[in-house]
């Protein structure tokens, strides 16, 4: 059985690994179709040895479709997604504008698939922020053996976590060094290049950003209301790849060498955890991987029960397009598509 899909936001980046992850692992499509603003029309993107001429969101009949990948943003989330979903079709969003709705499940297959079995009310599935998703990866296996009670986790984001001009930017400050050229900044705060910025998204008036605010809830709903989370987020000049360092402490006890091997058993986790020099991944070493890459596992001698680890994944894959297409999966293997071509 195969299906129709649509991906919206098919010219950015994102929307092209979502593309890419879509043909890389087979996923059964009769058509799949390309959609953006009206302005993207007529640009052509990659699907495997194809390419898809994009189609105008404002004018498409959704029509026959099944499922709908969406990372175009909240202000097009908010408006198109219950259109679309009217119609029939399961969504599946990245932004950040459904992921707190209490009527849409919030999924990462590896932590919580279980919940698209109940009711998706509103036919609109959540993607998490991108930091969130590698970390309750990791988080959910050891929660399950020794219950977590607090994570302090500080997170090192790379710039393509800001999208396109994000990426362009460093590259442009980059060079703009080497040759004394003036730093010119549109994307980010401060000049990005040989710099870090803790700074993402807006501030709140806790004086938390709103990107750590999404970290720390996101992963309640996700793992258990009842983990306290506090985060730094710190955009670093890194093209690919999120990086976190982690601090847990448990209610139970948990030696670093149990939860190593937790780990190594835990579905998308990858352990790399060698106490030598270049014994533990880098966002260079996980750019275009799907595994949640763990390292650095050592105790907290701080509080009674307490672990350290150091924390690596592809924002673009595990962090937003390899995860939405795994919900598409799910929903195939669990059954819960409303119609199939």
């Known amino acids: 059985m195969s299906y129709k899909v649509a991906v919206i936001g098919a010219t950015g980046t994102v929307g092209r690994e979502m593309l890419s992850v879509l043909d890389e692992r087979k996923f059964p499509i009769s ?48 408006e198109w997604a219950p259109k679309i979903a009217a119609q029939g079709v399961m969504v599946i969003d990245n932004s950040s504008f459904w992921r707190m709705d209490r009527e849409v499940p919030l999924v990462v297959p590896e932590v919580n698939a279980h919940v698209l079995d109940t009711d998706i009310k509103k036919g609109i599935i959540a993607n998490p922020n991108c930091s969130t998703a590698q970390l309750v990866v990791a988080l959910k296996p050891l929660h399950d053996y020794a219950t977590i009670k607090r994570v302090v986790v500080s997170t090192y984001q790379s710039v393509s976590g800001a999208g396109k001009e994000g990426m362009d930017e460093l590259f442009r400050q980059t060079r703009a060094v080497f040759v004394a050229d003036a730093i010119e900044r549109t994307k980010f ?28 809830v996101e992963t309640q709903k996700i793992l258990d209301p009842d983990i306290q989370v506090t985060a730094t987020c710190v955009r670093v000049p890194v093209f690919i790849g999120h990086s976190e360092s982690v601090n847990l402490e448990f209610e139970k006890p948990i030696t670093a060498d149990k939860a190593r091997a937790i780990l190594r058993e835990a579905p998308g986790c990858l352990v790399v955890d060698k106490r030598e020099d ?64």
């Open 278 to 341: 270049g014994g533990y991944v880098t966002p260079v070493d996980a750019a275009g991987e799907d595994a949640t890459y763990i390292s650095r596992i050592r105790k907290d001698p701080t509080v009674e029960h307490g672990l350290a680890l150091w924390c690596v994944a592809d924002n673009l894959r595990k962090g937003a397009a390899l995860n939405a297409v795994q919900i598409a999966e799910c929903l195939i293997n669990r059954k819960l598509l409303k119609r199939a071509a």
């Open 189 to 216: 705060t401060k000049q990005i290049a040989y710099n870090v910025i803790p700074h993402i998204d807006v501030f709140l008036d806790s004086g938390f950003t709103k990107e750590e605010w999404k970290m720390m």
């Open 31 to 78: 058509e799949v179709v390309a959609l953006a603003s009206s302005r993207s029309v007529g640009t052509e993107v990659s699907f495997g040895d194809h390419i898809l001429k994009v189609k105008s969101l404002e004018h498409y009949d959704f029509k026959g479709t099944d499922i709908c990948l969406m990372s175009a943003g909240s202000t097009v989330a908010k």
